[in-house]
């Protein structure tokens, strides 16, 4: 997977990433931690750069967020404040 033209606006990040030959653009949303190792990105839209269509499998937009999602150990008691 190729990503590519990250923008980041506030909690929200906009980045292309070519899967399966085609370009897609995805809008994440960043949300605090609630344990160690969780995801700190959430889907909040997609879509094909050509044709507009949310043609993705289930799988591979799972691709695409277990590969921004940081596997980190957070320390999830300075979120919560």
Same mark, same amino acid.
């Given at each position: 997977?190729?990503?590519?033209?990250?923008?980041?606006?506030?909690?929200?990040?906009?980045?292309?990433?070519?899967?399966? &030959?085609?370009? #897609?653009?995805?809008?994440?949303?960043? =949300?605090?931690?609630?344990?160690? #190792?969780? &995801?700190?990105?959430?889907? =909040?839209? #997609?879509?094909?750069?050509?044709?507009? &269509?949310?043609?993705?499998?289930?799988?591979?937009?799972?691709?695409?967020?277990?590969?921004?999602?940081?596997?980190?150990?957070?320390?999830?008691?300075?979120? =919560?404040?």
């Amino acid at each position: 997977m190729d990503m590519r033209n990250f923008i980041l606006h506030r909690d929200i990040l906009s980045v292309e990433a070519k899967i399966n &030959e085609s370009d #897609y653009i995805f809008g994440v949303q960043w =949300k605090a931690p609630e344990k160690p #190792y969780d &995801e700190t990105w959430v889907l =909040k839209s #997609y879509a094909n750069k050509l044709t507009g &269509e949310k043609d993705l499998s289930q799988e591979k937009i799972n691709g695409f967020l277990d590969a921004i999602n940081a596997k980190w150990n957070w320390n999830v008691a300075q979120f =919560k404040k």
